[in-house]
């Protein structure tokens, strides 16, 4: 009878690994009586304790084993570290030191010279462009905010039929005149539909008072249809 002997495989990632110990039992056995500490290859064999790796790392949030290649464990680890100020210094040292031997990203490179002459430049430049392009009112954004309420509010509501332009109801919007309001004829709250044939324009004052109810003066009440297709 031949007996084997004791081989042992290359590195297989960063652990050694013994092929009589992935065998039959009477290699496991013979592994055994040959090799008594088989956790020295980094191999878990059944009637020995569980091997500790060389390559285990200790991470320093929550001090678990782990074999990855970072110094944290997990990400969630990694992002709920501290840094002190030895820290940082060590890592604009570290960067400093990246930069001095391969030189800047950015160094040697076409760009915008930052001094006070292009600087302002820049600003006269960005001015002529805004003047060819026009420049948004503050009543824009103010027009902007309240269709975005009225359409979130729709949604939420659910009152957005399919046949509803939106489109339409944005240039409606758009087209109120000052001291008008957009109002909804039959109040979303009571179930009305956020469409254009349920919009009208209203005087502000009368706009509250009218809140969702259908008490208010009608001959007040303007036809969107009629400001905007004469």
Not at 155 to 164: E, F, M, S, V
Not at 214 to 224: G, M
């Amino acid at each position: 009878m031949v007996t084997p002997t004791l081989k042992q495989q290359p590195l297989v990632g960063k652990r050694l690994v013994c092929p009589l110990s992935l065998g039959s039992e009477q290699n496991r056995l013979l592994h055994r009586t040959v090799n008594p500490a088989p956790q020295a290859y980094g191999v878990r064999v059944p009637g020995y304790p569980p091997y500790i790796s060389i390559n285990m790392k200790i991470c320093p949030k929550c001090k678990t084993q782990h074999e990855k290649q970072g110094t944290f464990c997990s990400r969630k680890c990694a992002n709920s570290r501290t840094w002190t100020d030895e820290d940082k210094k060590k890592k604009s040292n570290s960067i400093k030191k990246t930069f001095a031997l391969n030189g800047h990203p950015c160094q040697g490179k076409p760009g915008w010279k930052h001094d006070d002459a292009m600087k302002e430049h820049k600003r006269l430049k960005s001015l002529e462009f805004w003047d060819k392009k026009g420049r948004k009112t503050k009543e824009h954004f103010v027009i902007k905010n309240r269709i975005g309420v009225s359409k979130y509010r729709a949604k939420k509501l659910q009152a957005t039929p399919p046949d509803a332009n939106l489109k339409l109801i944005g240039e409606i919007y758009k087209h109120c005149p000052k001291g008008y309001e957009v109002d909804h004829i039959i109040a979303l709250a009571e179930g009305g539909l956020h469409h254009q044939d349920n919009l009208q324009y209203l005087p502000s004052m009368e706009n509250r008072r009218k809140n969702k109810t259908q008490n208010y003066n009608k001959d007040l009440a303007i036809s969107w249809k009629k400001l905007m297709w004469p």
